[in-house]
C-alpha cells in the first residue's frame, strides 16, 4: 500500500467534507425552519421508545389523481410513489388530494399508496391509506401508561411537524 501525496489527503479529506455537508444541509434547513404544523400520526410502540412514526392521511377517489383513479379501478394490487398536497388551517393539516407529480404547491409531503389484494369493493366509496414520508427529531413525546387502552395497538398521536420545502420531521407527540 503505497502513502497518500498531500494534495491526494486534501482531495479525499475535501470530498468527505463536501459529502457531509450535502447530506446534512437539508435536514439543518427543516430544524432551522419557522413552519410548524400538526397532523394525525400513528405508532406501534410507545413515546418513551423514540418510537418509528408512521403518518397516515386517508384519501377519498376523488381526492386522487386521475391516472391513480383509472389504475385502481383496473387492477387488484397497486403501489406507486405519491405527492400528497395539503391545505393548512390554524396550523393544521388537511389533505386535498393526491398526485404522481411534483406539485408547485406550498405544502405538500411525499409518500406512497400501496394497496394489495383489496377484492371486491366500490372503488368511489373505498378510503385510500397515502403513508407519508417524514423522519423523526422527538424532542418531546408523551408516554401511554400501560393500563391506557389501545386501538388495535395502535398509539395515537397529533404529530408536530417541522416544514420545509415538501420536507418534515416529526418534533413533537402529543396523544390524542
Not at 397532523?39 to 412514526?53: F, L, R, V
Not at 396550523?91 to 377484492?119: A, C
Not at 427529531?137 to 401508561?145: F, L, P, S
Request: net charge negative; proline share 4%.
Amino acid at each position: 500500500m503505497r502513502k497518500l501525496t498531500v494534495s491526494e489527503w486534501l482531495i479525499t479529506v475535501g470530498l468527505s467534507v463536501i459529502c457531509l455537508l450535502v447530506v446534512a444541509f437539508p435536514l439543518w434547513q427543516i430544524l432551522q425552519s419557522k413552519e410548524t404544523f400538526t397532523i394525525p400520526a400513528i405508532s406501534y410502540q410507545n413515546g418513551d421508545d423514540n418510537p418509528t412514526i408512521t403518518i397516515q392521511v386517508e384519501a377519498s377517489f376523488d381526492q386522487l389523481d386521475e391516472t391513480m383513479q383509472q389504475s385502481i379501478e383496473n387492477d387488484d394490487a397497486y403501489q406507486t410513489k405519491v405527492y400528497a398536497i395539503f391545505d393548512e388551517l390554524n396550523g393544521e393539516l388537511t389533505l386535498r388530494r393526491v398526485q404522481l407529480t411534483k406539485p408547485d404547491e406550498r405544502i405538500f409531503l411525499e409518500g406512497s399508496l400501496y394497496l394489495y389484494n383489496y377484492g371486491d369493493h366500490d372503488s368511489k366509496q373505498f378510503t385510500y391509506p397515502i403513508t407519508l414520508n417524514v423522519g423523526q427529531a422527538i424532542r418531546h413525546a408523551d408516554v401511554y401508561e400501560p393500563n391506557e387502552p389501545l386501538i388495535d395497538y395502535e398509539y395515537r398521536w397529533t404529530a408536530t411537524l417541522r416544514y420545509n420545502n415538501g420536507h418534515a420531521l416529526v418534533t413533537q407527540l402529543k396523544k390524542r
